[in-house]
Structures are given as structure tokens and as C-alpha cells.
């Protein structure tokens, strides 16, 4: 699973418990906040009491979009991804226009497969914000149904804003391996080593590559897939080039 962004509200609450308990529950409307000891628990990561505590603002007023966004995530982060792209789908539906909304709601929908819902909340998430993730997220999705020269420039425009991550490079590297460009791919996973020896998807790479080099030249079957960030170490999807989840 993705790992989804924490909303804001609820990290800054995290960090201020004994001022908030302080405080008592207002309306998001007013704060932005919808529950302060709710939000407390989704910023502590204590998620059963989050979805107990949403559920319960919920009952009060079912019309709060940010509970039912705050909920969404609580759930999303207990494993139970339908409830959450519910959820995600009715604060959108009341009008909550925050891009970690939609970038949540886009990568759960990537999740299970629904790729023209992911590609729709994706861009609405990146025309709501000038932050890399949605792009990255929708090279993603672009490459998944083969519209490579769409991903390119959503990892481009990715880059643009944050130049030396190596999820983005690395995902650069794949989509320019899938268009044939192999010595571009081979000079970015190199100079990602040079930089994080330790990251892992590039170093599996770069021996994929030299092992399809090996392939072409002796007529040896095919090599394991390269990999993207987010894919387990060791995972292979033999045969082609593969983009995997991030790790937002």
C-alpha cells in the first residue's frame, strides 16, 4: 500500500496536544479543524480511535467535509481502501477542495486499479497545488496505460520542483529505458548511486540492465523487470519495464 499524505490539521495538532485539549471542538468551517481529540489521534497515528472519533463527529454533523476526509484517511491507513475512496469521494462531494484530498483519493484509486478515477483526482490534485507529488503520481498512472510521452513530461514537470529525488529520477530512468533511451537510463541510475548508495531500486537496475546487455548478446532468456520506489525488494514482473507505487 501507498503510503498517504497526512492531512496538515492533523499533523499540527499532533505537535500541539496540550494546547489544543485546551480548546473546544469548533466546526471546520471555523478552524479547519474538525475535531481537535480526532484529528489528535489521526496526527498520533492511533487509528481506531480516529475512525471511533470521526465516526462520532459524523453522527453530529454528517455534512462535515473534513471528517469525512479525515476518516477516509484513517481508514485508508487501517487497510480498508473501499471505505476510504467512500469517504474521500463524499468530502469531495461537499466541496472540500484541498489537493492531499485528491492526491489520496488518486492513489487509492491506483491501488485497485480504477486508472481513469486516479487520473481524474491526480489532476485536480495538481491543479490545486504546485507541489511535485501529483505529478509524480500521474507518471505513474500514464505509464500504467502506456502513454509514455505523458508520463514523461508529469515526471519532468515532478523534477521541476524537486530535482535530486530519487523516486523521481529513478522513475525518469525507467520511462526513458521503455522508449529505448538506454545510456540515458544507465547515466541516471548511475549518478542516483552516486549520490544514495543505498537506493536500492536503482542499484537493481542498473544490474537488470547490465544482464539484458548480457541477454542481447548471447540470446539468454529475459531478465526480471526493473523497478521502481515503492516495489518490494526482490519483486520482479518479468518481460517489460514496470512502474510501481510510491512512497509518499
Not at 480548546?23 to 481506531?48: F, N, R
Not at 473534513?66 to 480498508?80: E, K
Not at 548511486?193 to 539468454?220: G, K, M
Request: with cysteine; proline share 6%.
Amino acid at each position: 500500500m501507498k503510503t498517504r499524505i497526512i492531512p496538515l490539521t492533523a499533523l499540527l495538532l499532533s505537535l500541539s496536544w496540550g494546547a489544543a485539549m485546551a480548546a473546544a471542538p469548533q466546526t471546520a468551517g471555523e478552524t479547519g479543524i474538525c475535531d481537535v481529540a480526532a484529528d489528535y489521534a489521526l496526527g498520533v497515528e492511533d487509528y481506531p480511535a480516529a475512525i471511533r472519533l470521526h465516526l462520532a463527529v459524523l453522527s453530529r454533523d454528517p455534512n462535515n467535509a473534513l471528517a469525512h476526509y479525515h476518516l477516509g484517511f484513517a481508514y485508508g491507513m487501517s487497510g480498508r481502501h473501499s471505505a476510504e475512496i467512500r469517504e474521500y469521494q463524499r468530502a469531495a462531494a461537499l466541496g472540500l477542495r484541498a489537493f492531499d484530498l485528491y492526491l489520496n483519493l488518486g492513489m487509492a484509486e491506483f491501488e485497485r486499479g480504477d486508472l481513469p478515477s486516479a487520473l481524474a483526482a491526480l489532476t485536480t490534485s495538481a491543479r490545486l497545488s504546485d507541489a511535485a507529488e501529483p505529478h509524480f503520481e500521474l507518471a505513474l498512472v500514464y505509464e500504467r496505460q502506456g502513454y509514455l510521452k505523458q508520463a514523461d513530461a508529469q515526471i519532468h514537470a515532478a523534477l521541476a520542483k524537486a530535482p535530486t529525488e530519487p523516486d523521481y529520477l529513478n522513475t525518469l530512468a525507467v520511462l526513458s529505458a521503455e522508449q529505448g533511451d538506454l545510456s540515458a537510463a544507465r547515466r541516471i541510475w548511475t549518478a542516483i548511486l552516486r549520490r544514495e548508495p543505498q537506493y536500492h531500486p536503482a542499484a537493481v537496475n542498473l544490474d537488470l540492465l547490465a544482464h539484458e546487455a548480457i541477454r542481447t548478446a548471447t540470446s539468454l532468456p529475459a531478465p526480471a523487470a526493473p523497478i521502481l520506489p515503492g516495489e518490494a525488494k526482490g519483486a520482479a514482473k518479468g518481460g517489460a519495464l514496470t512502474v510501481t507505487d510510491s512512497t509518499l
